[in-house]
């Protein structure tokens, strides 16, 4: 009886957790800009508060905000500037205190500028727009400011600490960083970012047809898993077309496992029973240690996960089934998953969203011996009214790709249920880069 899905996933974390303790030179510290994409190796935590000083969010003058409580058009509030903080200043210079005749003191802030020690305290900034400007006559240069209605306390005021705090996780270990996260970490001084270097997978296609030209086929499967590896921030190289024969198969495949080179090796096609699927037989001679070879899944049943030997280390095989819509699916829910596991990373989470049926869901029922499968089918997926609804893609035969243009997630039915039963499924990003985070 195939091994099922939930299985092999069991056995590829543990295969992962034991490669992953054998690997060296894992980290490796990148520039912030060239960070986005790689996965952190470590918790990199703020080593200071933003902002660290009380700044003001306007442009304005920094007042106590107590003497404009009964400020008004006819009886403005009087202050007199004492000097001017621009962002970036260092504002201890300014000595602002209540002159002789009782005028209230400020001083003029920009937009950053942080808060002066004043006596009394200043806790509030008034925007310029809502000022007046004078000069007193007798006074030489001094200025004053005029305030016509009273100001909030803390008005146009940001308290240090209010956006990130000391020690806040901003990525946490083994999550992917994030366009979205380098302005916080440019915020708190990170100039370059410790990351997991990158694995490095090598990509065969296999198949006569593919490397003769006339009756050829054209090879979908180099280009496609070779693109979707990079898509995931892995060095992913396309190693060429092989022929159908075990020979060239087992030179090439011992050659680059004893290169060291690459953590995972990959090809498509030849995993089945016919004539010419001859990966399990040069995996037998090589005396590979077969994790699984066939699963209970649907499409991808022949699927082959496997351990090829070298001098000192094993290093990683999937034997991808030939079909492209096949080779996508288990790439997506197998290749994947074990490289989130040798990354460190947790098991993807997938999006909930309610199932819509299309016309012809009839097609693709999860019926009679295939309920004891998972299956697995491209679809679109939607936000309609607050919550996620997603269709299944007509014409699921892993054999047509024109369906795939408009797919943008996998749906993944588990086994003992039908599609049309199914209420709430499963989803996954067509493409495995837009996987926000480890969970």
């Not at 089945?272 to 699963?295: N, P, T, W, Y």
């Amino acid at each position: 009886m195939a091994l099922s899905y939930s299985a092999a996933l069991e056995r590829l974390q543990e295969v992962a957790q034991s490669l992953r303790a054998c690997r060296t030179r894992q980290q490796e510290s990148v520039p912030l800009e060239d960070a986005v994409g790689r996965i952190a190796s470590c918790d990199l935590a703020s080593p200071k508060s933003t902002p660290e000083h009380d700044t003001s969010a306007m442009d304005g003058y920094a007042i106590r905000s107590q003497a404009t409580t009964a400020a008004s058009l006819e009886n403005p509030a009087v202050f007199r500037i004492h000097g001017t903080v621009a962002a970036g200043d260092d504002p201890r210079h300014l000595v602002a205190v209540p002159d002789g005749d009782g005028v209230e003191p400020c001083v003029e802030i920009m937009t950053g500028g942080i808060f002066p020690d004043g006596a009394p305290e200043f806790d509030a900034c008034v925007k310029v727009e809502d000022t007046l400007l004078a000069t007193a006559r007798g006074r030489g240069c001094e200025r004053y400011v005029l305030v016509t209605k009273p100001v909030n306390p803390n008005a146009n005021r940001r308290f240090a600490g209010n956006d990130i705090g000391k020690g806040d996780v901003i990525v946490k270990r083994g999550e992917t960083i994030r366009l979205s996260h380098l302005m916080p970490l440019a915020s708190v001084g990170f100039e370059s970012a410790p990351v997991l270097r990158k694995l490095r997978v090598g990509v065969f296609s296999t198949g006569k047809e593919l490397v003769r030209g006339k009756g050829g086929a054209a090879d979908v499967n180099g280009p496609y898993l070779t693109a979707a590896l990079r898509d995931m921030a892995v060095d992913a190289d396309f190693l060429g077309t092989l022929d159908d024969d075990p020979a060239t198969l087992q030179y090439h495949l011992q050659r680059e496992a004893d290169s060291a080179l690459y953590d995972v090796i990959l090809t498509s096609g030849a995993v089945s029973v016919g004539k010419f699927d001859f990966v399990r037989q040069v995996l037998d001679r090589m005396s590979a240690e077969i994790v699984f070879h066939g699963l209970a899944i649907r499409p991808g049943h022949p699927v082959l996960f496997a351990l090829v030997p070298s001098a000192d280390r094993k290093t990683a095989f999937f034997g991808l089934p030939g079909n492209p819509g096949a080779a996508a699916a288990c790439f997506r829910f197998l290749v994947v998953p074990y490289l989130r596991s040798v990354q460190g990373q947790g098991l993807e989470q997938a999006e909930m969203a309610s199932l819509r049926h299309s016309p012809d869901h009839n097609r693709h029922k999860n019926t009679g011996p295939g309920r004891e499968l998972d299956s697995f089918r491209h679809g679109v997926l939607e936000a309609i009214n607050g919550g996620l609804v997603v269709e299944a893609t007509e014409q699921q035969s892993p054999a047509k790709l024109w369906p795939f243009i408009r797919a943008n997630c996998w749906i993944h039915v588990e086994r003992d249920r039908e599609l049309e039963e199914a209420g709430l499924v499963k989803c996954y990003p067509i493409s495995p880069g837009n996987v926000a985070a480890a969970s």
